[in-house]
């Protein structure tokens, strides 16, 4: 392509493909680059995401976005994005297919960050499978209504996970925090546990049977053995802020990028939506955002009548 691209969207997440959807339909030129790691491909099934009286598994709910877009002859490249650079108000955005070493480039007008984040996983075999068969999880907000009467257990340092577990007893009487730091609690935050029927479950290290089959046991350093239906890793997240680096790109003291209403960043040109910018990680706020984001990229690009 020889003219600058209207929109170049990286992630090919649910706000991404939401974002290529809307552009489309603006008659954008758009081309989304996706390296294939969306959370949502990790998600079982969602159940609150309106639409979907069943639930539906993530991959398919991806699946079926990208349906959508082929509609609409959205160039969808699989690859990894190396490096962005902003130049005479256009951005370079450089990539390397999958499978394939050599890096090409891509210019402009436009760039939209729906590159998300990644879960830190515990350090166990099979973290991935597990994750996917639901019985580790990341989610309370989507998937707590269904712990009813199931054994959690919030995995993490012992101050961030007793926090997740309060909020948790919103669904389920059995929750535990497990951590290698228990030491490190207040005397109000064990009185806080207390007050929440909330055991405290200290472990040197994640001991897990190489297995995805339900129950999950913790081994402790006394030899005792806890069963879990499920656990939630607390240990926080990977950004993709290696992306903006040489960019003036404002970002928040957690990493995530700051944007304003209209998901704009600090940036002039760039725009970002999604999960690497509300600490809200949903499906439906990533959308949201996505259309926001792509009202605002085609107004302020020049009109393209008939």
Known sequence: M??????????????????????????????????????????????????????????????????????YDVPVIEGRVTAIKEADGRFLVEYGSNGDSSSRTLIAQRALLACGIRDKLPPV???????????????????????????????????????????????????????????????????LASQHAID??????????????????????????HAFDAIYPVLGCLTQNDLLSGLDV???????????????TSLDGLYAAGDAVNSLNQICVAVGEAAMASMAIHRSLPANPL
């Open 200 to 225: 405290l479950i200290a472990t040197v290290a994640l001991d897990l049977p190489n297995s995805t089959e339900a129950p999950l046991n913790v081994a402790c350093e006394n030899g005792h053995r």
């Open 250 to 264: 404002e970002r928040d003291s957690d990493g995530m990028i700051v944007t304003d209403k209209h998901q704009r």
């Open 2 to 71: 020889n003219d600058p691209i209207d929109c170049i969207i990286v992630g090919g997440g649910p706000a991404g493909l939401t974002a290529a959807l809307y552009l489309a339909r603006f008659r954008r030129s758009t081309i989304v680059i996706d390296e294939g790691h969306s959370r949502a491909s990790l998600i079982p099934i969602v159940r609150n995401l309106a639409g979907f009286e069943n639930g539906i598994n993530g991959n398919e709910l991806l699946a079926k976005m990208r349906r959508q877009i082929e509609c």
């Open 125 to 191: 075999d099979e973290a991935v499978r597990l994750t996917q068969r639901g019985l580790l999880r990341f989610c309370a907000i989507c998937d707590g209504f269904e712990a009813q009467g199931k054994r959690i257990g919030m995995l993490g340092p012992a101050s961030r996970a007793l926090s997740h577990a309060v909020f948790f007893r919103t669904f389920c009487q059995q929750v535990a925090v497990i951590a290698s730091d228990l030491d490190a609690l207040t005397q109000d935050e064990r009185a």
